[in-house]
């Protein structure tokens, strides 16, 4: 089955610097990776996704990056602010009827002001 | 506005007794989930639910049960078998159409007393 592995666990940056965040998976067939923010004591939500035919999506100052090839996708945030610290999830899944998601196992982004 | 809406917030259970946690979504979604988080790591599947009075077993169903006798409502019960119930819970729901995201309430955390 699909294995999501996500990397660095922990990220402290500083306000109005890049954050950076890596997945990869393990099945070529997953074709679907959104991107989730969990705050303190609430469920995820959803921020970004992107499919297996783009290669870049963009919304404001959140991007992600996929390379099929190398199986890997990438959470980009430009000129983080507090409010960006949370949880980051990402998540792979199959495009079909029934998908479920394999989710990684987070990261705790700290933006310091 | 449409989401999902997961009571209690929070819950505490006795020894030896089964505790029922409640999910209903207004998204007319088809598919439902149950997740477990525990601290600092991903989201476990539980179970999952496709369609009304269907569901699986996702990857921890010892000790859990579901039911869905309607489309809106997807109730977990965390029976005494479960040893180790102390954990966050997520429902989530989708559409079940390509490429469409899970949307997640805002969770219940159970803990034992």
């Known amino acids: 089955g699909e294995n999501v592995e996500q990397h660095p666990s922990t990220l402290s940056v500083q306000e109005g610097d890049s954050a950076v965040i890596k997945c990869t998976y393990s099945?070529?067939?997953?074709?679907?990776f959104p991107w989730y923010k969990q705050e303190l004591g609430k469920g995820p939500q959803l921020i970004i996704d992107i499919r297996s035919n783009v290669g870049e999506k963009k919304d404001q100052r959140i991007a992600v990056t996929l390379n099929k090839t190398a199986k890997h996708f990438s959470l980009h945030i430009t000129e983080t602010q507090p409010e960006d610290s949370a949880v980051y999830f990402c998540?792979?899944?199959?495009?079909?009827?029934?998908?479920?998601?394999?989710f990684g196992p987070g990261t705790r982004l700290s933006v310091l002001p | 506005d449409g989401g999902i809406t997961q009571s209690p917030k929070y819950l505490f259970r006795k020894e030896g007794q089964n505790v029922t946690l409640s999910c209903e979504q207004n998204l007319n979604h088809d598919a439902m989930y149950w997740y477990r988080q525990d601290p600092g790591q991903g989201l476990r599947l539980i179970y999952y639910s496709q369609i009304v009075n269907d569901f699986q077993k996702g990857d921890i169903a010892e000790g859990y049960s579901v039911s869905r006798e309607k489309k809106e409502s997807f109730p977990l019960t965390v029976t005494s078998a479960q040893k180790n119930p102390t954990a966050f819970y997520l429902c989530?729901?989708?559409?079940?159409?390509?490429?469409?995201?899970?949307?997640f309430g805002d969770g219940t955390r159970l803990s034992i007393l």
């Open positions: 989530a729901s989708r559409r079940e159409v390509s490429n469409q995201p899970q949307h």
């Open positions: 998540a792979a899944s199959m495009a079909d009827y029934g998908q479920n998601f394999v």
């Open positions: 099945d070529s067939a997953s074709n679907y």
